[in-house]
């Protein structure tokens, strides 16, 4: 019997989870922002895997290292478990500087997306990425998946719910 393809998910983190603040170096200054928790858990609930993909230069401009990243997805993961029970089911980071050598990874390009969608077996068509920025919605056009842009008028628990209730229009 073959296995179908899953629903996914793609979220973009700073300015879509969590408050944009800049280059977030602390785990401390990871703040959700408001209904994040619970988007993902009415993600979770229907069975739509939750998987993060965001730039992270602060890597490469040394501001933190790989061991404080870790920490602040930690803290990420707790705060979804304490605030709803939510979980993420993979985090995809690109690392690298924007001016610096080129890569297939760094939004726009779709290069972390295409890495997720053969890691879990992702069905593209039934599949969404929510971003604040035209990079983020770039990525996801270009990995054959829709693209639902958040922000201030338009919250991530607002965009999970239309987009689950089928009332999203690309």
Not at 33 to 42: D, K, T, V, Y
Not at 48 to 75: F, G, K, P, Y
Not at 135 to 155: F, I, M, N, P, Y
Request: hydrophobic fraction near 45%.
């Amino acid at each position: 019997m073959v296995q179908a393809k899953r629903r996914a998910a793609f979220l973009d983190r700073d300015g879509t989870i969590n408050r944009e603040v800049g280059f977030v170096t602390t785990p401390e200054q990871l703040i959700l922002e408001p209904g994040a928790a619970q988007a993902i858990r009415r993600l979770n609930d229907a069975g739509v895997l939750a998987i993060v993909i965001t730039n992270q230069s602060a890597i490469a401009r040394r501001l933190i290292d790989d061991a404080m990243l870790a920490r602040i997805h930690e803290r990420l993961a707790a705060t979804l478990l304490a605030d709803a029970g939510a979980r993420l089911d993979a985090i995809y980071i690109c690392p690298h500087h924007p001016d610096v050598a080129p890569c297939d990874c760094r939004k726009p390009l779709p290069g972390l997306i295409e890495r997720a969608v053969r890691d879990h077996d992702v069905d593209r068509a039934q599949s969404v990425l929510f971003g604040d920025m035209p990079r983020d919605l770039e990525a996801a056009r270009a990995a054959g998946v829709t693209a639902v842009q958040v922000g201030a008028a338009h919250s991530l628990a607002r965009a999970v719910a239309d987009w689950l209730d089928g009332s999203h229009v690309d």
